[in-house]
């Protein structure tokens, strides 16, 4: 069984509740999706085909017990939840980045889901999965990036909606380069919707390279 891997590497984790930990991150190539302001088009190519057991190993030789299956988009390649069941059976604390277009009902329960919630100005509202992103655990994340004010309230409707169930963290930001960050904290403030603002943290500290970080 092989995955379309574009890159593994260890950095520092630049989002989510776990920002600032060493990760190792095992980006799987190829994404569906064409979100408008994706940082990673690179992994859009096939990458380079691996066995679950050679990536497991790879992982395991860069020593870190956080790792990220991200992409592109991860859960397209079908031996994906093979590959997540195998980390978290060597021992690894495993999140998996999700576009919130795919379902997560055959994941291991073991890893933690960090899935997006689309806004119109990616271009791909369209392929939320709404029930997905309602069903997520309290151990999951749920991230929002909003290019502006149509973004944040759109948003905002959806958690008092059909995402009004979700137990997951909702972790708010802004599109880099489009919003200022301070914008939307006065926003958070005004409004107080439920969740918590956060930075791309390897942008700051990283932010003339594009890979590898």
């Known amino acids: 069984m092989k995955l379309g891997v ?8 630049g989002e989510s509740s776990h920002a600032g930990r060493p990760c190792t991150f095992v980006r799987l190539a190829g994404c569906p999706l064409r979100c408008r302001w994706c940082d990673t088009v690179y992994s859009f190519d096939a990458g380079e085909m691996m066995t ?7 992982v395991a030789a860069l020593g870190l017990p956080l790792v990220e299956l991200t992409g592109g ?42 899935a997006d919630l689309k806004c119109p100005g990616s271009n791909e509202a369209a392929r939320n ?18 290019a502006d ?33 301070a914008t939307l904290a006065a926003w958070l403030l005004a409004e107080r919707p439920r969740g918590r603002m ?9 932010p003339e390279i594009d890979r590898g970080v």
């Open 73 to 114: 988009e991860p859960l397209a390649q079908r031996p994906a939840p093979a590959l997540v069941e195998a980390l978290c059976q060597a021992g690894h604390e495993v999140l998996i980045e999700t576009s919130g277009a795919y379902p997560v009902s055959g994941i291991d329960a073991r890893a933690k889901i960090i």
């Open 129 to 146: 999965r709404m029930d997905v992103l309602a069903a997520l655990r309290s151990v999951d994340e749920l991230k929002i990036v909003v």
């Open 198 to 206: 956060q930075l791309q943290l390897h942008k700051i500290l990283w």
């Open 52 to 58: 679950i057991e050679a990536i497991v190993a790879k």
């Open 149 to 181: 004010r149509a973004d944040f309230d759109w948003a905002r409707s959806q958690l008092d909606g059909p995402l009004a169930t979700t137990e997951a963290t909702i972790l708010w930001s802004a599109v880099h380069g489009e919003l200022q960050p």
């Open 6 to 13: 574009s890159e593994i590497y260890a950095s520092i984790q």
